[in-house]
């Protein structure tokens, strides 16, 4: 459990927390996968949501994940890419929050991610969190905890020496 004044100040460091849905670049679960490799080039992020319809979170997708597709044997065939839909090349088993303001959650998930996805409790994906947003308020914390606590050091227990 994060102690409460150090997630007091993650949480009310200056700039958007959660990055919206709708400024999120995604591709949609029955699009080809040549469309999907094309926003992936554009955008230059690694990973990006994958949504359907009813903008339900359905995977991740990398250009990685892609390209492989792409490689036959012994030439590489982007042809492959617009018989395939996204949903058969998605990554399908991620983790995502509920609950943004979790924080002990978030930063656990971000050690492995870039990003996390949000998701509403129906899995309408509402935004993703990333570790750069983290690491500016983790910057945040480390150049202003005096300003707002003061704090001194306990003395050792002489019985854990």
């Not at 150090?6 to 469309?35: E, F, K, P, R, S």
């Not at 947003?133 to 945040?140: A, I």
């Amino acid at each position: 459990m994060i102690d409460q004044p150090i997630q007091t100040m993650l949480m009310q460091a200056h700039g958007q927390w959660i990055i919206l849905a709708n400024i999120v670049a995604n591709v949609m679960v029955n699009n080809d996968c040549y469309h999907a490799f094309l926003v992936l080039t554009k955008i230059g992020y690694s990973k990006i949501p994958v949504l359907d319809k009813d903008q339900h979170l359905c995977g991740l997708l990398s250009l990685s994940m892609i390209t492989e597709r792409m490689l036959d044997t012994d030439h590489i065939a982007p042809e492959n890419l617009r018989r395939m839909k996204v949903k058969d090349v998605m990554q399908t088993d991620f983790r995502v929050v509920e609950d943004p303001d979790d924080l002990d959650e978030v930063m656990h998930l971000l050690v492995d991610d870039s990003f996390v996805p949000v998701v509403s409790d129906e899995r309408t994906f509402t935004g993703i969190i990333t570790r750069r947003e983290l690491l500016k308020r983790v910057n945040y914390l480390a150049h202003n905890f005096d300003d707002c606590f003061e704090t001194t050091k306990r003395p050792q227990d002489s019985s854990s020496q």
